[in-house]
């Protein structure tokens, strides 16, 4: 965090001379990236310090199912649909949206929930869905800097 700071402190001023228009066309650039990076690391299961999610839970199979094909964790979390993006001349938001937003949080955090109604709470395993990696904040000075070259 103290990388994002400092990256904030670097670029305000150079910033505030920026139209606000202009401002919100580079805000909505670096979020677009951001939010591509992000589902990229999401498909590849990584953590942004680029440790492994930790794996799923492995379930009794009771009825013995051949050939069934597992999904990876969080397919439909990734989607535009899901994770959003907004931005504005001072801010930038990338977001989970309704109750993808619980699901996200709690594996974010690794909090309990219950999977379903009736259910006993299950504590489900730290996977960090959202945060900057080094390239990721690589990549926003980057794109801070062409922009003001330009």
Known sequence: MADLNALEDWAGALLGKLAPTERRQLNQGIAR??????????????????TPFAPRKARKDLRG????VRR??????RT??????QSTASSIGIAFL???????????????DRPARGQADVRYDRREL???SPAELDSIRDQLLEHLTR
């Open 33 to 50: 990236n951001l939010r591509r990076s992000q589902q990229q690391r999401i498909a590849k299961q990584q953590n942004p310090d680029g």
């Open 65 to 68: 199912k051949q050939g069934r």
């Open 72 to 77: 990876k964790m969080f397919t439909k979390l």
């Open 80 to 85: 535009a649909k899901l994770l959003k993006m």
């Open 98 to 112: 309704n109750r993808a937003a619980r699901i996200a949080r709690t594996h974010q955090y690794g909090l309990k």
């Open 130 to 132: 959202l945060g900057f």
